[in-house]
């Protein structure tokens, strides 16, 4: 829709369920999909629309959805007496837009995370294409069970919507269902709401009553389709679930597509902020966290963990690694097998193969850092920082005690305890002095048969 025909644009979501179903202190649309609250994924989807105004109706007290809604503007909902109510909450901050016929306001829910712009997109055309003052977004199932049925006009246009609880048997098996989200003129729609009763099975101001007062006032309405999986509510932890599941799908198929190779892509769960390059190479059962970066060429090997870490092309990464926060591994570094990274920069070519905890570091480039390496960042109080300089060799099981900086070239003996600083191109051994006493494992053993039998 060109810019300067469309309608002004506002959106409503409605987020001030409980959701008692979730048996959570936490609200509903808080929850996380792909790593993200299922709110912000609504968020995301009416940002695609550039709408003038996006109001977020919460319940009372909750100020943890309020923060997820910034910088978009709240209203609460003092009493939560349906969803009818829960729009008129909203009209005063929709200011002029409220009452201008020049606008539109679509309504959209909190709790529907794999909604797109899209799919908006499409609901608004249908009612400004066929000149409707109010549009309905449904969907076809062949279990409609609880969901609220479209009672159709001859021509296809939305005559009503009746809740599954109020339906009867014959419109109980009624196919075409309603989705929720709503489009209208926005005069139109302040108009209906004002007519909004609470006469129904579940005693509330339900929104789904503005297409038959509009009906009975003359009005025409239309309807835009969408698969269920797109418009799907989450209401359980099962629903959760589900809609995890179908995000995964959806994040999986736009890695592949943009040319990631995933080896057993049902085993990999992205963030819905994971990056990956050309030719990514992602085997079986890796996770990515929030905030990961996989450049072109790298290869993430089996069993991985990755969260805020940037991956730099052609580097490797496992199996059985794990990066958090702040590590960057450098253009063909390597990161092997039981090996964990905390705030680590690797640079360009440098290694760290097996069983390794490096954190609060930077590793210079080619440097190599053997089997058992650890630094030892935290001491109770602070953490500390190490400094490896680039093809600096440290040697296995190997305890670098922070802070502390090995040199360019330097060389760090196996099974060394560092404490102070090593010089470029030095070696350092910090161990004890090895005894050999001949013949004392005999006697060792000797005594140790006698002491069993005393």
């Given at each position: ?35 993200r609250p299922m709110l912000n994924h609504v ?276 199996p059985y690694a794990r990066l958090r926060p702040?590590?960057?591994?450098g253009e063909g570094a390597a990161i092997g ?118």
């Amino acid at each position: 829709m060109d810019m300067m025909t469309r309608p002004r644009r506002a959106v409503v979501v409605l987020a001030a369920g409980e959701g008692t179903r979730m048996r959570s202190a936490r609200p509903k649309v808080l929850h996380p999909v792909a790593g993200r609250p299922m709110l912000n994924h609504v968020l995301d989807a009416v940002g695609e629309l550039e709408p003038e105004k996006v109001v977020v109706v919460v319940g009372p007290d909750m100020h943890s959805v309020a923060e997820a809604a910034a910088p978009h503007p709240v209203v609460e909902q003092t009493e939560r007496l349906g969803t009818a109510h829960a729009v008129e909450a909203a009209r005063p901050a929709l200011g002029d837009m409220a009452d201008d016929p020049k606008a539109e306001v679509l309504v959209v829910y909190g709790d529907t995370p794999l909604v797109t712009g899209d799919t908006l997109e499409r609901l608004s055309r249908a009612r400004s294409d066929s000149e409707a003052g109010l549009a309905i977004l449904g969907f076809r199932t062949g279990e409609p069970g609880h969901y609220g049925r479209l009672i159709q006009n001859e021509d296809g246009t939305v005559r009503r919507i009746v809740e599954a609880r109020d339906a009867t048997a014959e419109q109980l098996e009624i196919g075409l269902c309603n989705a929720g989200t709503l489009c209208a003129r926005a005069p139109l729609l302040q108009q209906l709401l004002s007519q909004v009763g609470n006469h129904n099975a579940s005693g509330e101001f339900q929104l789904t009553d503005v297409f038959g007062l509009a009906t009975e006032a003359g009005e025409t309405t239309a309807l835009a389709e969408a698969d269920l999986e797109t418009v799907q509510g989450v209401n359980s932890r099962a629903e959760l679930a589900q809609a995890e599941a179908a995000m995964q799908r959806r994040l999986r198929q736009l890695a592949m597509r943009g040319g990631a190779s995933l080896v057993a892509p049902e085993t990999v769960f992205l963030s819905h902020d994971t990056e990956l390059g050309a030719d990514v190479l992602v085997e079986p059962h890796v996770v990515f966290g929030p905030g990961v970066a996989v450049d072109d060429g790298a290869t993430i090997r089996a069993f991985s963990h990755l969260e805020g870490a940037h991956v730099r092309p052609d580097a490797s990464v496992g199996p059985y690694a794990r990066l958090r926060p702040g590590t960057d591994v450098g253009e063909g570094a390597a990161i092997g097998n039981f090996v964990e990274t905390k705030a680590v920069t690797l640079g360009e070519g440098a290694k760290a193969n097996h069983l390794t905890y490096l954190g609060d570091a930077e590793v210079g480039a080619g440097a190599n850092v053997g089997a058992g390496t650890i630094t030892c960042n935290y001491d109770g109080i602070a953490k500390h920082r190490t400094q490896i300089g680039a093809n600096a060799f440290i040697g296995s099981n190997t305890a670098l005690v922070a802070p502390v900086s090995v040199g360019e070239n330097a060389i760090v003996g196996a099974g060394s305890t560092i404490t102070l600083d090593v010089d470029a191109d030095a070696v350092a051994v910090a161990r004890g002095k090895q005894h050999n006493r001949a013949g004392a494992a005999s006697r060792f053993r000797a005594a140790r048969r006698e002491s069993e039998r005393g």
